[in-house]
């Protein structure tokens, strides 16, 4: 017999299997002796009580043996299959490439960037001297702009696609199994490198193709249809279909795609900095407690405030983390966030945007680029205040909201440094009056969010792409183009590593359709 209940427990003995077992069996009231083992199923933490809780959804096996899954996926040889051109080695290109073999399809990636270990140079160099690769860089190199994130996979994109398939993938390639029952999965910077290699690797033993450092500047179509593309270095590679995952940070592609007259739109984004707490803070906010102990996890938060009209929220919370130079020009300044898998610094940052809506950004409503020109000033603005070698411009909280250049700046985890400015000269107004609004709002929801030891790093400026590429939603292929499938973040059908991973798998699905 196998039963499924909720059992509740406190921290510290979340791993204990003797306590669970002993929990499971109270709830269902069987003796222990006929348990032969349970297997969680979901874990989230309770805090919303004084006491924190550990709150599991577990599957007993009463009287019978514990039944195990495997997570290994039996990829067939495609070396001699149709072949599918990907640009875009990020995690659309790569689920789209495994799910090209899953349909019998063979995968052919072209990367611009390197692979993740020479991938590794570039970033010590972004960080130590401020120097940016334009090929390889925290976007562009395998595994995308997820490799070296932080590797939250929970999305709110569950009607799109086997959230799940894509969970277990990870796990059979290298992912701790933990993903599969956490609430809020996460893998790690340190982690990521590895399982991307992994995935690298079940593609080229299935027959699929890799390459690096290889750039598309141009897509090969004829009457309506494409028929390969050309590279750089001028070599022509035919396919009869190509997704499109390049992400939201090529902008050359962009470029290319209108300049060859393939139909782009301008589409709305977020918009704001990132912020810093120390993470004790964070801590005493959520767990209601002076110390957070060895048994519970750095804490995280949500927050979101309607000022006039518009939506202001934190995005992508990276508790123990890091705030990154996200740049992929040397003139701009981008930041984001990431941490290592036991989020063990002593810092907590997010996201802190606010909605654009088209309406808001001036010029010529028809022009694709409208939006993606809008993000460019405010980064280039917030590389002139921090002045150069993506040091970042930097405010603390309070003195943010209340109009004062900070006398200094508190200890901070961004690495090419941070220089005192007011961000006023950086944000647009509308932007800023409504951060400056939020804040106090936050601090009146979370106890010791408003503080003077936070730190406002300016910009967040890439919280999705602020172009689109049309497709249809039955084919998912450009309307103008037969055999294009425009996939992923950039082309503006994904927000995150999972989102943007099942996009991959669901284009890779329409790309068979197309060939059958
Ligand atoms: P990308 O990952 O952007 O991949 C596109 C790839 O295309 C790149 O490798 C690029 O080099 C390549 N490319 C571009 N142009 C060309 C060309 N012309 N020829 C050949 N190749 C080309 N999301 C989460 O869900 N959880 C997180 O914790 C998280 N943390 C993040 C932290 C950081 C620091 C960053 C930067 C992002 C983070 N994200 C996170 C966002 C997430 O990484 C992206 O949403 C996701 O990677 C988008 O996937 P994609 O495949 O659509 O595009």
Redesign the pocket.
Known sequence: MIKEVEIVCPPGQHEDETVLTALASAAINIPQTRISGIKILKRSIDARGRKVLYRMQVRVFVDEPVQTESYNPQYKNVKDAKRVII????????FAALQCIEQGLKPVI????KDVKQRRRDLANINKQGLVNP?SN?????????T????????RSTKRGDVNGVLKTFVAHGATEDILVDARP?IGTNKLPQIITAMRESILAAGGEVLFD????VLMVAFGKIKGVQLANGEKLLADAVIL??????H??FR?LHSQDILIEAKPFALGVRIEHPQEIIDRAQYHCEYRGPDLPPSYYNLVEQVEDRGVFSF?M?PGGII?P?ATAQDEIVV???SPSKRNNPFANSGTVVQINMEDVKGDMSDPFRMLNFQQQVEHMAFKAGGGNLVAPAQRMIDFVEGRVSADLPENSYLPGCKSVDLKEVLPEWIHNRLRKALPAFGRKMKGYYTNEAILVGVES?TSSPIKVPRDRQTFQHPQVAGLFP????AGY???????AI??VNCADGVARYFN
Request: proline content about 2%.
């Open positions: 640009i875009g080695a990020g995690p659309a290109g790569i072209l990367e611009r960037g090929e925290y976007c562009f190199g395998e595994g995308g702009a997820g070296y994130s932080d590797g939250k996979l929970y999305t996460h290889t750039k598309v500047t995952a390049t992400g939201h940070s090529a050359d592609v290319m992508c990276c990154a996200c984001n966030g990431w890439r996939c992923g973040e950039g994904a927000g995150g590593i999972i989102s943007a996009d991959g």
